[in-house]
């Protein structure tokens, strides 16, 4: 229903209240002035005396039912030529995830992994950081157009975690550091941002940030078996100076 038309339904009504009003002001004084003579009776309304009005409003009503009813149907037949697809998941994730030892979450075509880095504690000007406001590494694995395997992400780190954490990511030639910068200003400990990216093999992709991760956090400080006799990420023997 236009305003046009509602505009004109309720023109109509008022036309239609305004001459039975003016009727009854009329019949009324025409039966105080001829008060010896018995009235005579009224005519019951019929449908040629109101038809008008009450045929626009019944033109109105169904236009309105059929115009809900038409939009309706439009909005089912959209529905149903274009229905919800789920993407496929990729392949290589459950391999991303072995080399991992986590497990990813899908989404849009990507595949996201997040590290909190929870275990420091952060703060500026002596006011804590909660971890949640982004103090955590994050690495998207996603399908190039072209058929390859890319990653693109950031590593959250100590300062002294910083060069660890390049060098990992650098083995076997797969993934280019881009940047290396500070993550904020003034914060303690102090945070470097190590963002990379990366195409290939994603087993091979994989490997480089799983190894990256063990230089920072709590891998990094880690104690090795008993057994073994090699040094773990940050507990390498020092070497005193004579």
């Given at each position: 229903?236009?305003?046009?038309?509602?505009?004109n339904?309720?023109r109509?009504?008022?036309?239609?209240?305004?001459?039975v009003?003016?009727?009854?002001?009329?019949?009324?004084?025409?039966?105080?002035?001829?008060?010896?003579?018995?009235?005579?009776?009224?005519?019951?309304?019929?449908?040629?005396?109101?038809?008008?009005?009450?045929?626009?409003?019944?033109?109105?009503?169904?236009a309105?039912?059929?115009?809900?009813?038409?939009?309706?149907?439009?909005?089912?037949?959209?529905?149903?030529?274009?229905?919800?697809?789920?993407?496929?998941?990729?392949?290589?994730?459950?391999?991303?995830?072995?080399?991992?030892?986590?497990?990813?979450?899908?989404?849009?075509?990507?595949?996201?992994?997040?590290?909190?880095?929870?275990?420091?504690?952060?703060?500026?000007?002596?006011?804590?950081?909660?971890?949640?406001?982004?103090?955590?590494?994050?690495?998207y694995?996603?399908?190039?157009?072209?058929?390859?395997m890319?990653?693109?992400?950031?590593?959250?780190?100590?300062?002294?975690?910083?060069?660890?954490v390049v060098d990992?990511?650098?083995?076997n030639?797969?993934?280019?550091?881009?940047?290396?910068?500070?993550?904020?200003?003034?914060?303690?400990?102090?945070?470097?941002?190590?963002?990379?990216?990366?195409?290939?093999?994603?087993?091979?992709?994989?490997?480089?940030l799983r190894e990256?991760?063990?230089w920072?956090?709590?891998e990094?400080?880690?104690?090795?078996?008993a057994?073994?006799?090699?040094?773990?990420?940050?507990?390498?023997?020092?070497?005193?100076?004579?």
């Open positions: 229903m236009t305003a046009t038309k509602i505009q339904f309720f109509r009504v008022k036309l239609l209240f305004a001459c009003l003016a009727g009854c002001l009329a019949l009324g004084c025409e039966t105080a002035r001829v008060t010896s003579q018995p009235a005579e009776p009224l005519a019951p309304a019929t449908r040629s005396s109101i038809g008008p009005a009450r045929a626009d409003s019944d033109t109105l009503v169904r309105t039912r059929a115009s809900a009813a038409t939009s309706a149907a439009a909005a089912v037949a959209v529905a149903s030529a274009n229905p919800p697809t789920t993407q496929a998941a990729d392949p290589a994730w459950p391999d991303i995830d072995r080399v991992m030892q986590r497990h990813g979450v899908p989404g849009d075509g990507v595949y996201v992994f997040t590290i909190p880095r929870d275990d420091l504690d952060v703060s500026i000007d002596g006011m804590g950081i909660p971890t949640a406001a982004g103090i955590q590494s994050i690495f694995f996603y399908r190039c157009p072209c058929g390859k890319s990653v693109t992400g950031q590593f959250v780190t100590t300062d002294y975690e910083a060069d660890d990992a990511l650098r083995q030639a797969t993934l280019n550091v881009a940047a290396i910068a500070p993550f904020l200003l003034s914060e303690k400990p102090r945070l470097m941002l190590v963002r990379f990216q990366g195409e290939g093999d994603p087993a091979t992709m994989a490997k480089n990256a991760l063990r920072i956090g709590k990094r400080m880690a104690p090795l078996p057994d073994s006799g090699a040094s773990p990420p940050g507990n390498a023997p020092l070497i005193r100076l004579k």
